[in-house]
């Protein structure tokens, strides 16, 4: 257990619509990572936030937002949903926001868009 | 932006057999990880190992930054290894970039 949870573990939705994921850092990470797993794109960077604040950004797509609250959890909300959106989707924290460091996932939510 | 090539892309074992999967990637690093992903999707850290060797049972790693290259070793297979292996940079801007996996089956 790396200490990261998310939630929802499984979500099915159909085109069109809006969802959200919600990640929990380990206790004392400031960092959290979004990925995104699909078959054809591998394991792919979204977004990172660091104590609150948006610090690097991937190839995410407009029709994706996240934030982190102050209690640091953080949420991706996905919206007008395509068949193309169907992925595995990681969050990630860390202690720190720099370059060193290790990176600790969550179990993934598993989004199947029909 | 840095490439991560991992090799071989599948492999298949037999229960205690040993292996060596490696991972190049294009341009100095801070910040290199090795994954499993077991069957039900989970990603488990195995090493965090910018440079040097470490072990950890019958895993271990070796990172020589200035060739630009990491091995991660498996000795005495076992079926519950069977998963993909990812090896994962930190370039500039804190994002972890992955290389494409090595698939690992091992049979009993």
């Known amino acids: 257990d790396s200490g990261v949870t998310q939630t929802p573990k499984h979500l099915i939705t159909a085109t069109g619509q809006r969802v959200t994921l919600r990640c929990s850092p380990r206790?004392?990470?400031?960092?959290v990572y979004w990925y995104q797993q699909s078959l054809d794109q591998g394991l792919q960077f979204l977004i990172q936030y660091y104590n609150g604040e948006e610090r690097a950004k991937g190839n995410i797509l407009e029709r994706f937002s996240a934030q982190q609250f102050p209690d640091l959890h953080s949420e991706l909300n996905l919206s007008s949903l395509e068949l193309g959106d169907s992925a595995l989707y990681f969050c990630a924290s860390s202690v720190a926001g720099g370059q060193t460091g290790e990176q600790y996932f969550g179990p993934g939510t598993r989004l199947t868009v029909t | 932006g840095i490439q991560v090539e991992q090799s071989p892309p599948d492999l298949i074992l037999q229960e205690g057999a040993n292996s060596t999967l490696r991972c190049n990637f294009s341009d100095s690093v801070n910040n290199l990880q090795w994954f499993h992903q077991n069957p039900w999707g989970q990603l488990i850290n195995l090493f965090y190992?910018?440079?040097g060797t470490k072990q950890n049972g019958r895993l271990s790693a070796t990172t020589v930054a200035t060739e630009r290259y990491s091995l991660l070793y498996i000795s005495s297979s076992q079926t519950t290894d069977s998963g993909v292996y990812f090896c994962a940079v930190r370039e500039y801007g804190n994002k972890l970039v992955f290389g494409a996996g090595t698939i690992l089956r091992v049979k009993s």
């Open positions: 206790s004392g990470d400031l960092s």
């Open positions: 190992i910018p440079s």
